[in-house]
């Protein structure tokens, strides 16, 4: 992730967005018909928990965002061809809350939901436009994801701790991650978070006391029912009913 200094509170967005720039060397050399066989694959990549690579197809010119991991995860994410001087250029796609299956289910139902991606660009701007694109022969492709709005919804309790941790939840003292939820702030422990929903832990995993991660899209008397739960914590249904009507 960039880093980046703000003056004021930005505008309010659920997730931070990750930021790649693929390198495809020697472009103008690779084939130049569409084609399964033609695609260019750049390594993987970790993002949000998650087995990525993007694929290239150099004839068309068509990306593909693909999912390798065993989990299904729903991101937006934006591709952009980058000018050789690095600026974005407006040969761009991108989609929001679009899910990407496991490439596990993949696998068994012979679909292809596990990527996602379109046609950028035609080559032949591309070669229309050599000193413009190319650096040094390579063609940059920047990619930009973040978690879909509401995505860790479905997503934060994958199983109840072994232990009651209920002694230790919201202590100040010892607690090293925090909360801001409109105005007020949530405390709690990565290491209980890590045990209990570990995706929620790579998204947190950012921050801190001092940084607290900010929720804009849930409320805070539902995200501290959903917190306490992970602490091993019960919760009334007459309470989580009253919280629901919200």
Known sequence: MESCLHV????????SWESK???????????????????VDSPEFTCFGHVWKLGVYPGGVTVDLCNQSN?????????????????????????EK????????DAVTHSQHH?????IVSRAKLVENQSDYFDNGALKIKLQMRLSEGYYHNIIVQHLPICHNMDVFQDDKTSDVAFHLKGEIIVAHKCIIKS???DFYV???????????????VDKDIFEIMLKSLYGGRVRPVVLNTVSAH
């Open 115 to 119: 990527a996602w991606g379109d046609d």
């Open 21 to 39: 720039t693929i390198y495809i060397h020697n472009f103008l050399d690779l084939a130049d018909t569409k084609g399964d066989d033609n695609v």
């Open 71 to 95: 989990d299904k995860i729903t991101v937006d994410f934006r591709i952009t061809v980058l000018k050789a001087d690095g600026k974005e250029s407006h040969w761009t796609i991108e989609a």
């Open 203 to 217: 998204m947190c995993e950012g921050y801190s006391m001092a940084s607290p991660m900010p929720i804009t899209d």
């Open 98 to 105: 679009k899910e990407f299956a496991s490439v596990q289910h």
């Open 196 to 198: 209990t929903a570990p």
């Open 8 to 15: 004021g509170e930005p505008p309010s967005n659920f997730g």
